[in-house]
C-alpha cells in the first residue's frame, strides 16, 4: 500500500565486494538496511525510510554446466530471464508463476510454482549459497559447509545475511502442457469440488492454479463475457504431451468452458498468464494461508466470499500442493509446510492515486472468513502482518532453531526488514 517512503541511499553492487563494503558501512553507520532482489516485496521490505536500500539488480550472472544440469545464478535476475536462460539448453528450475519476481527473494522463502508437484519447491533444488553475513564476512553454505545455515536459508528468507549466488540443480523443461481453461462463476462451487478431487490425485507432472477472477478483455473470452466473474483453472504439464493431453482432458469438461486456451508451449512461455502481476506502480492488499484439507465447507466459503468481494480489481486463487513438495521430511528446510493440501491468497489492487481502502476490506473479508480453516502461512506471501504472523509461517520447533541461527549469524538483528526471526535471547521467548 502506497506511503512516503524515502531511503536516504541506495547502492547498487555488481559483486559481493560491493555487498560487504555496503554492509560494512550500513553497520558501522547504524543506520537500517533494506535489501532488493527483484522488487516483489509484498510487505514493502526493498524499501525503507531514511536508511540505505542495497539494491541487487545489477547482479545477473548466470553459468549453466549442462552436462551435469547445475547451474550459478545471481540474485538480481528475475524468473523470466532464468527461465528463458535455461529454455535454450532444454532445462529449466522449478520457481514462481511471475516472471518479474527476484530469484533472491523467492528461493530464500521456498519457491511455489508452476512445477511444484513434479520438482518440489525450489529450495529444493538447492546446492549451494554464497552469502555476506552482518559482520562482513562472506560464508558457502551448503549441505558439507555450514550445513545448519544451509537448512535455515533454505525457508528462513533474508534473515542471514545477503544472497549474493545460488548453486541450483536444473531439471529437463522444453515444451509443457499448459494454459488456462474458463469457466461462468456460476458453476463455481461444483467446478471447485470436482477440480479439488481430480488435482490432488493427478500425476505429479500436472501443477494447476483455479483463480477467481473478472474475465479479462482478451481476444479468446466471447465480449458479452469480459468483465464477467469467471473461475480459471491453469495448468503445468511437464513431460510427454500426449500423455498430458489425456491428463489435463478431465479438467477442460467440468462444466460449459467460456474459453480453452490449453496448448503446447515452451515453458517461459507460462509466465504469460501471470503478465498482469508485473504491472509496477499499484497498491497491494494481500492476504494468504495454507489449508490442512479443501473440505466442502471450505470450498463453499472460498465460492461465497470470492463471489462476495469480486471486481475487476480482485484476484482470489487456490493452489492444490502435494506431490514431490510434499515427500522432503518437514525438518529437513526451513519450510516446514510440506503436509498442506492448498494454499489460498486473495489480493486486490487500487491504482496509485485512488483510495486503497476498499481493496484492503476486500481482502481482509475473505481471510476473515477463511481464518478458522487455516493451517500456517507461506512467508514469501506474507505481508506486513506483525510478529504474530511471521510465527503462524514456522512450526514452534524451526522457529526456535532459526533463531538460534539469527543469534549466530545476526546478534544485532542489522537484517530486520523481512518476516523477522528475532535473535534467540528473545526470539524463544515469543515462540
Known sequence: MVRPIHPALIVRPVNAADVITAINFAREQDIEVSVRSGGHSLAGHGTNDGGLVIDLSLMKAITVDPERRIARIEPGLTWGEVASTLQHFGLALTSGDTSSVGVGGLLLGGGIGWMVRKHGLAIDRLRAVELVTADGEILRASADENAELFWGLRGGGGNFGVATAFEVNLHPAGMVLGGAVFYDAAEAESILRAYARYAASAPDELTTIAMFMAAPPAPFIP???QGTAVVALLVCYTGDLA???????PLRTLGTPIADVISPMPYPAMFAMTEEATVRGFQHSMRSLFLRALSDDVIHTIVEEAAAIMSPMTLVQVRVLGGAMSRVPADATAFAHRDKQALVMATSFAPPSADAEPARVRTEQIWQALRPYASGVYVNFLGDEGEQRVHEAYPPATYARLAALKKRYDPT???????????????LLAA
Do not use: D, H, S, Y
Open 223 to 225: 465480449p458479452e463475457k
Open 243 to 249: 500423455e498430458g493431453a489425456r491428463v489435463v482432458a
Open 413 to 427: 538483528n542489522l537484517f530486520r526488514l523481512n518476516q523477522n526471526i528475532l535473535p534467540a535471547r528473545t526470539g
